[in-house]
């Protein structure tokens, strides 16, 4: 009876907080949509002007499919050349033909564009015409209105895989297009991520309750709140961190390898999950066959691997974008293209959005400011940092225990391996990294600290070994030093 009363009360408070922490994502969501809405603005935060842009736009021009705003109204934004026509003029035809259309934003300065709506898309669809008749029409996006850059209704985003961006146009066909629905796969995601950081921390620990506090710190965390409620990509890379760890965890180290894989189909940071999987692999294969060859030969195997299964599949998620651009166009964007945009530091100077360091991210510097909703008050897309800067000291602090503690062993890969790629990107030329790629790290953060917190930091025998391992280290170093003063 009490296991049952146990398990009923640990259920409760299990999808109490799940609800509690999909209400947060929910919420924030919806004030976004609010504020923007009553500031008479476009409805789009931060990059979200890019990814939900370029995903209307493969709606449209690669599945031929045209978004409604809400249940019964339609809109539709004009892109013009302003040398034939110009918005009074597109005004003065809707007078003249007394059509039942409201002209509500012609407020671009980085295209020339107006936004209309209307109950009756025939209506829009006559006006069309009638402005087709003048050649000034350059292009019709039918949606929510068009965000205020220079060929935005041009523009695919295919630096960046096509899966979130099919997401977004599946919600806008099956709920409508406007800036809410944008945002609900990744409310999704983000509640998907806590799952799956329970799954995680509790194969990994057996204890529920700790695997609980994990979830809770973890969905809590203020950057996975902001990330999990505006439409961009990488929640999907931590939410497919904490998918890969459960595998491992699980020992389904195949599966993790497929599924790292998979999230690349988001965005290739997610191929940083790559390089643990194949840690433990190969390392599997070490302790079976300890050899140079058996370590040659399955990296070898595992990396060709590996590639393989990524281009296969961004080919099969590709092939409607194939399909429209062609594939040695889609090949050149979609790779060449992303790997120099990808490696390279893109905006610089005044006026650009500030960029970080990957260690900036545990101690709060250089912050990404996502939103003002007032001078006063803005959304910084940043961790609780000091609790990340915590969790960051014990895993450099803790490193000895990797040696006895299979468990520390499997969260320490996570962390260093992650951190590693992103030094890596800045060491190779992207030095415009943004302090919301930190979210990859929040599942891992969580763990990592109370894991230690919890199993280390109480445990003098672990501490004492940690201590006699930095003194012998400490020792060394000087040693070596004072031989190297001696010897000159």
Known sequence: MRIIIDKLLFTIVFVVILVFIAYQYYSLAEELYSSELNRSGKGYVSDEVWYVNSARNILLKVFNVKPRIYDNLYGVSIVYNNTLINASYIESVIIENKLNISIVDKRYSKINAIYLESSNPDELVKLINILKNTSGVLDTV????????????????LEHPPLFKYLICLSMYLVSDNPFNWRIPSIVAGLLTVFFIFLASFKLTGNKWLSLVVTLFTGLDPIMRIMSSI???DIYVALFTSITMYLVFSKKYRLALLISIIGSLFKFTSLFLLIPVLIIIIREKLRKEPSIVTLTMNTLIYSLLSLLIFIIIQIIVSIPLINYFGFNKWFYLSFINALKWHTSSKCTGPGCPVSSSPWDWFIGNNVFTIYYFSKENSLS?????????ISLIYSILFIPIYRFDR??????????????????LYVIGNRTQY??????FTPIVYLNLIYSFTYIVFDFNKLRKVFIHWRELFNKIWSTLLWILILK
């Open 407 to 424: 468990r520390f062993r499997l969260i320490l890969l996570f962390f260093i391996t992650q951190f590693f790629g992103y030094i890596l």
């Open 381 to 389: 897309a940043t961790g609780f940092w000091p609790l990340w800067l």
């Open 435 to 440: 302090s919301f790629y930190s979210v990859h």
């Open 142 to 157: 039918w949606g929510w209105r068009i965000g205020d850059a220079r060929k935005i209704n041009e523009y695919f985003n």
């Open 231 to 233: 439409g961009l990509i």
